[in-house]
């Protein structure tokens, strides 16, 4: 099984950006890495991670790129996703 422990860790960008991943998403995150090794394999999993975790990281350098979710925002909160098919990530910005 895939262990993904690494992406609950904080990650600091070049930029002063803090990536925190919630203890639900990484739970998310393992048991769909888990999905993957049972039906499709170790190594295609292991790129998906890649994949996942490779794309989460370019928020450092420009927050900004995901999709803005109208559905899941409210007027004190924006939420946007980043779509990694078949995969969605959604994020919040606190530019404080």
Sequence with gaps: MLDPR????????GYGIELRWLPFASEQLRADMQYVVDNFGEITAKKSLRRILDKVNELRKNPDIGI???????????????????NMVFYLIDRY
């Design 6 to 13: 690494t992406s609950r860790k904080i990650c600091h960008g």
């Design 68 to 86: 803005w979710d109208k559905k899941f925002s409210s007027d004190g909160i924006k939420v946007r996703h980043l779509n990694i098919g078949p």
